[in-house]
């Protein structure tokens, strides 16, 4: 390995870090899918609480629209919204249907919307593997981002929202 290739790698591990920081208190996204005539349809899904290293996890039925359009056009984009933070993800999702992995990531929210559990036939996951992110992050909130607009204003210099970035996973 190249020392580019190395340096390349260390920051890939470090924006993939950056985002998983931005995640870890996130579960619920919007959920943006293709429909066959090429329409963005976007809905609220339940992240499951995994640990993100690129990938993002979602419980759904398999007889779903969204399952149709993931396996017709895997494209999709994930985006979260936090108190301080907002972050999109764009990647491909595929159908996952493993029944140790739906063990692992069961719990009681996403029984409310499986109630036959994970051994249900109809119950799948889907993995988007993320391959790039653009993040905004300001720290310390809305306060902290309501006096940067205040300051903005009074010293007639642009606002800066806190650190916007993009970036390769």
Not at 19 to 33: G, Q
Not at 77 to 86: C, F, K, L, P
Not at 101 to 126: M, R, S, T, Y
């Amino acid at each position: 390995m190249t020392t580019e290739d190395t340096r390349a790698e260390n920051t890939r591990a470090a924006d993939t870090r950056k985002v998983a920081e931005l995640l870890k208190d996130e579960r619920i996204a919007v959920f943006t899918t293709i429909t066959p005539d090429g329409t963005l349809m976007s809905r609220p899904m339940s992240m499951q609480q995994v640990e993100f290293d690129g990938d993002l996890w979602f419980f759904a039925s398999r007889s779903s629209r969204k399952v149709a359009q993931v396996t017709a056009n895997p494209q999709v984009n994930v985006a979260t919204s936090g108190s301080d933070s907002w972050v999109s993800l764009t990647g491909h999702a595929v159908v996952f249907d493993d029944l140790a992995k739906k063990q692992q990531l069961w719990n009681p929210v996403v029984e409310a919307w499986f109630p036959n559990g994970p051994e249900d036939p109809d119950v799948v996951l889907l993995r988007v593997d993320a391959a790039s992110a653009e993040y905004w992050d300001s720290p310390g909130g809305r306060l902290a981002s309501v006096f940067s607009f205040a300051k903005a204003k009074v010293t007639g210099q642009p606002y800066s929202g806190g650190e916007n970035e993009t970036v390769r996973l």
